[in-house]
């Protein structure tokens, strides 16, 4: 030892090449023994070293095919290890000597990875001690910890890193070198990612190496790690060494690196190194070895799972037709199969690969690596002046796909996606919400920028996009942007939404929903991916993200009136289909993918009915009830003559007792009815029932039933009703109400009567299925709405949540008393904080508009649905569904009314006072014209599709003045929508005569 060293320090260069050419032999003899040392102590029976027959000259000339998977012993007395250590330690730690400093140390160590070829020897004589796995209290009586740190430690030094033992900081040498040393030092290093950082986790993380390799590669600025990162991808690509464990070898690259690589800015180079390592382990890992984990192969706990009975049924015989739910119990169904085989059939040894891979998913829904990655990959939004809008390129796709991957094959993760909160989705959670939330700055923007490019051409209604097509890459990126931008909708106000521009612009919200509207017609249209055989979860996941931000986009801008982009933008281009004619004829058969014409109908219509005209759709719901009207043999059309006839007698001051005492209950309230009206005095009024005097009877009935003098409806500072979350302080059989209240609306829907009571959106909402958010609490409480949303201006402006001394709960009741309900489980416990007050606002949101009333509106709807069926109604959304029920609050079209109005009785068009009576029509206020319309049918409003399809068509009779003269008044049957109007000699006695006569409101006793 003394001698090599004395060599080192000479400045003779003869003396200092030969130093070099004799310590590259030496250590091989050294490490040699070193190695059987640490055989030994692992393997006390094992023969000793002095019994092997393996000269160590023999052993640095041999060739590369030979080299051994364990060092053979030198064929020599054993020495005491730690004259060996200290003589190996001596040589590595001569860092003042000349010849060190000249680069002679590296180029002896250079020499032992040269021998035979790149990483020699040296490295599997290492590889041998890092294969120990004795317990460590049986390895603490060896210096196998001194041996193995000591190898390390070499070996980096001969890949040309230097101060390893001092700083922990690895730094290339600026020394040029040959292409066969560069050659040399990638093939070490990349024998030593593979030697080592293959190890199952438990194992690494337990070894006596452990903690000398994060000393050494974690340095400042962690070259050393960024080097195996390089190593690792270049192994990654080679399909010969698929055999090493893909799953362990990332997992154990980031746990090297976990606590330092969110504190360090990662250079694009550097971040494409690592993004291009972690997709190549995420496209190559087991599908399920991903958030859930394979541990909860056998959860049933998640919301989307949580279905009926008959919504099991409809799927398993193929019918679709409750709309995004029906997709995601199928994308459910479809994962939660794939767990289960998995979990059946699956090896030990892929069980391990499979818990490293949900190892490593879990360290990628890390925020802070999250939020590295993409702020490296992301180009700023907008660019610096004067460069141009940069692409998406390939790093930022395959990272896209990474955590695109990472959502889809999760079951979790759909609750978090659709707006749904479970205690099961965190990692879900955590990246949706580190990418929606603000935490990588301007995500959907920037990540909208760089992708719109890539799938403008579908924003071209005359290209063939099926001819362009989207790779698998761009499809992932696609997929995150939808769910991201959809999660952060959620989140938003209207205000920031239209007014700031976030997250996107107007231009670019009009850019991207054309985008959305052509996938969601090639998807659902031209290549219906629900029908695919087999099932690709993938496509599915797309298609029910875009379905998702298209139908919330949609409902933000309906909730504007349409103000920025015009109702007929959400429309597709024409669809003349044989299948969307069918469903607005009537057909026989009753399945529900035939009653809506098709499957690819059936789906269009439950999942984004806006697509089609408001027109169209009633066409077809209108259809769909003359079918039901057909097959339980009840007559359709004006008078419904014939069939069942259920006969009701009411008093008009208790209109609502006497009806929920004799109307029948249950789906036999579909047959005719037929009401005899009492007056206040006992008498029967005058009439006979022909349909007019049920029409009346259903308005007056409406009128009283949501009244909310009465407590079982509240209304909202605009008027809009929805149920009173303290009904059960006011009857015991509150939930009875509800269910004859949602029968006596169904009714009026299924005659084609459209009654007054208008409706909140997120009442209406409840019945179509839909999940309210938080925007829609402004139309309930919109004080409650803005004390929420001031959470997020004390978070932004830096105040502290905590001092308003909030908590998870919420207060209910009404009527003197109040009861205090916790939003979350263990809610009173748990306090607001800028951390988690997002999730109170969404948490209280979904109490309110959800939680709240659920029982009323569960009853309300099942009572709805003993008359029609709920999954029609589905085809609309809240506002259209309230032109359902009530028509639309607006003038009357008197030119439709005029051309479809017929003339009798010896009046014809072209006479003065026709023209009179069109003239003082016109002239006459909306409510004037609305209580025109009810004098001569009964309703207030005019048909949903216009006049054309009012039946019977009104008619106007002529009716001599008599007697009486110019004093008789107009008389109507509005049985048969029939004004009896006489034959005023002027304009002026026409209009006195009409309005006294239609504000009269004296029943039908008048005529």
Not at 771 to 786: A, G, K, M, Q, S
Not at 865 to 878: L, T
Request: hydrophobic share 45%; glycine share 8%.
């Amino acid at each position: 030892k003394n001698n090599y060293l004395s060599a080192a320090t000479s400045v003779d260069d003869i003396e200092v090449g030969s130093w070099c050419l004799w310590t590259g032999r030496f250590l091989a003899l050294i490490l040699e023994h070193l190695a059987a040392c640490a055989v030994e102590a692992q393997s006390p029976a094992s023969p000793s070293p002095s019994s092997s027959a393996s000269a160590s000259s023999s052993s640095a000339s041999s060739s590369p095919s030979a080299a051994p998977s364990a060092p053979a012993a030198p064929d020599r007395t054993p020495v005491d290890p730690d004259v060996l250590c200290a003589a190996a330690e001596a040589i590595a730690r001569a860092e003042d000597s000349a010849a060190a400093a000249g680069g002679g140390l590296r180029s002896a160590l250079q020499r032992v990875l040269l021998r035979q070829a790149a990483g020699g020897p040296l490295l599997d004589d290492l590889r041998a001690c890092w294969s120990i796995s004795s317990p460590l209290a049986a390895l603490s009586a060896m210096p196998v910890h001194r041996i193995t740190s000591l190898m390390l430690e070499l070996v980096l030094k001969a890949l040309g890193f230097e101060n390893v033992a001092s700083s922990g900081d690895l730094r290339m040498p600026e020394t040029e070198e040959t292409e066969l040393v560069r050659t040399a030092v990638r093939e070490a290093l990349h024998r030593l990612a593979l030697r080592f950082l293959t190890l199952p986790t438990h194992s690494l993380t337990a070894h006596p190496l452990y903690g000398s390799l994060c000393a050494a590669l974690a340095g400042r600025e962690a070259r050393g790690w960024w080097l195996l990162v390089d190593a690792a991808c270049e192994h990654m690509l080679r399909a010969a060494d698929r055999a090493v464990s893909a799953s362990a070898l990332v997992w154990n690259i980031l746990a090297l690196q976990a606590g330092q690589l969110s504190a360090q800015e990662l250079a694009p180079d550097r971040a494409a190194s690592l993004v291009h390592l972690i997709h190549a382990h995420v496209t190559t890992m087991p599908p399920l070895a991903v958030l859930d984990g394979p541990a909860n192969a056998g959860d049933a706990g998640l919301a989307v799972e949580e279905a009926e009975d008959e919504d099991d049924d409809m799927i398993v015989h193929g019918s679709i037709g409750n709309g995004v739910k029906g997709l995601e119990l199928l994308v459910a169904r479809e994962l939660r199969q794939a767990a289960a085989g998995a979990g059946a059939g699956a090896s030990a040894g892929a069980g391990a690969e499979a818990e490293v891979g949900a190892g490593t998913s879990l360290q990628l829904a890390s925020a802070p690596m999250i939020i590295q990655l993409f702020e490296a990959v992301l180009a700023p939004h907008p660019p610096p002046s004067g460069q141009p809008v940069a692409n998406c390129e390939a790093p930022l796709l395959a990272l896209c796909a990474i955590y695109g991957k990472l959502l889809v094959h999760s079951r979790s993760a759909l609750d978090t996606m659709a707006g749904r909160y479970s205690g099961a989705a965190a990692s879900a959670s955590t990246i949706l919400n580190t990418l929606a939330l603000g935490r990588v700055q301007g995500f959907v923007a920037r990540l909208w920028a760089q992708l719109q490019p890539e799938v403008a051409h579908y924003a071209d209604e005359a290209i063939d996009a099926r001819a362009a097509g989207l790779s698998p890459t761009v499809r992932m990126a696609l997929f995150l942007f939808c769910a991201t931008y959809s999660h952060q909708l959620l989140a938003l106000d209207d205000e920031q939404f239209f007014e700031k521009g976030v997250p996107l612009s107007l231009k670019e919200q009009f850019e991207a929903t054309c985008v959305l509207k052509q996938l969601l017609y090639q998807m659902f249209w031209e290549t219906p991916v629900a029908e695919q055989a087999p099932f690709d979860l993938e496509s599915v996941q797309l298609l029910l993200s875009v379905t998702r931000l298209y139908n919330q986009l949609y409902d933000r801008h309906a909730r504007h009136e349409f103000a920025h982009f015009s109702r007929e933008h959400w429309h597709w281009p024409a669809v003349h289909s044989r299948e969307l004619a069918d469903a607005m004829t009537p057909a026989e058969d009753r399945g529900m993918a035939a009653a809506f014409g098709g499957r690819r109908v059936s789906l269009l219509l439950t999942c984004i009915p806006q697509v089609l005209q408001f027109k169209q759709r009633v066409k077809i719901f209108h259809r769909l009830i003359e079918d039901d009207k057909a097959t339980a043999g009840i007559p359709d059309g004006f008078g419904n003559i014939g069939g069942a006839v259920h006969d009701v007698t009411v008093n008009r001051d208790k209109i609502y007792e006497d009806a929920m005492r004799g109307l029948p209950a249950g789906p036999d309230l579909k047959h005719r009815i037929r009401v005899t009206f009492e007056s206040e005095l006992g008498y029967q009024e005058a009439g006979i029932d022909g349909g007019g005097l049920f029409k009346d009877f259903m308005d007056a009935l409406a009128e009283r039933a949501f009244d909310p003098q009465y407590g079982l409806f509240n209304v909202t500072s605009e008027q809009l009703l929805y149920p009173n979350p303290a009904s059960p302080t006011l009857a015991e059989d509150h939930l009875a109400h509800f269910a004859f209240m949602g029968r006596v609306l169904g009714k009026a829907i299924f005659d084609k009567i459209l009654v007054r009571p208008a409706f909140a959106s997120f009442f209406l909402n409840k019945l179509l299925g839909r999940i309210n958010h938080i925007d829609d609490l402004y139309t309930l409480d919109p004080e409650v709405y803005r004390n929420l949303m001031s959470l997020k201006d004390i978070s932004r402006s830096g105040g502290d949540i905590e001092d308003l001394a909030l908590s998870f709960t919420a207060t209910t009741g009404g009527y003197g008393s109040h009861v205090q309900t916790e939003l979350v489980p263990g809610g009173a416990d748990i306090p607001v904080t800028n951390t988690n007050f997002f999730k109170y606002i969404a948490a209280t949101a979904n109490f309110k508009l959800n939680r709240e009333t659920a029982a009323q509106s569960h009853a309300f709807l099942r009572g709805f649905h003993d008359i029609i069926n709920v999954e029609w109604i589905r085809m609309f959304d809240a506002r259209e569904l309230q032109m359902v029920i009530g028509g639309e609050a607006r003038a009357i079209d008197i030119d439709n009314l005029r051309a479809h109005t017929r003339v009798s009785g010896g009046y014809h068009d072209s006479q003065p006072i026709m023209q009179w009576f069109w003239q003082v029509l016109r002239e006459l206020t909306p409510q004037q014209q609305g209580d025109f319309l009810k004098f001569v049918t009964s309703s207030p409003r005019q048909p949903l599709l216009g006049f054309e399809y009012m039946q019977p068509p009104i008619c106007i009779q002529k009716v001599p003045l008599g007697e009486d003269g110019p004093s008789r008044l107009p008389s109507a049957a509005t049985c048969m929508n029939l004004l009896k109007l006489p034959d005023y000699p002027t304009c002026d006695i026409l209009r006195e005569k009409l309005l006294y006569a239609i504000s009269a409101n004296a029943g039908f006793e008048m005529s």
